[in-house]
């Protein structure tokens, strides 16, 4: 079972960016779909972005062209590059590991324990 761990949030202005990582532990996490959900207070949590296995990447409309999702299988680490960041953008982020880019929560075998992104105007 990979386990995984969230950092590298903060507050920033509008217009500034932040980098997330998400460190695993385990010897299969290269075979795992990793995503970034999001979830803002009184909201759903919702799909940001995920990497593929393979590589293949998913983004979110309201992310596309600002956030890019990277990972590094030699660190067991995945990357989230958030650019021209939005005050709806303020969020706690969470990693998730799963056997693919699902939508659905529930499909997901790990889950992070979040780190908090706020983003001022």
């Known amino acids: 079972q990979v386990q995984l761990v969230e950092s590298g949030g903060g507050l920033v202005q509008a217009g500034g960016s932040l980098r997330l990582s998400c460190a695993a532990s385990g010897r299969t996490f290269s075979s795992y779909a990793v995503s970034w959900f999001r979830q803002a207070p009184g909201k759903e949590r919702e799909l940001v972005t995920a990497?593929?296995?393979?590589?293949?990447?998913y983004y979110a409309d309201s992310v596309k062209g600002r956030f890019t999702i990277s990972r590094d299988n030699a660190k067991n680490t995945v990357y989230l590059q958030m650019n021209s960041l939005k005050p709806y953008d303020t969020a706690v982020y969470y990693c998730?590991?799963?056997?693919?880019?699902?939508?659905?929560?529930?499909?997901?075998?790990?889950w992070g324990q979040g780190t908090q992104v706020t983003v001022s105007s």
């Open positions: 998730a590991a799963g056997s693919a880019m699902w939508r659905t929560t529930t499909r997901y075998d790990a």
């Open positions: 990497i593929g296995s393979d590589g293949s990447t």
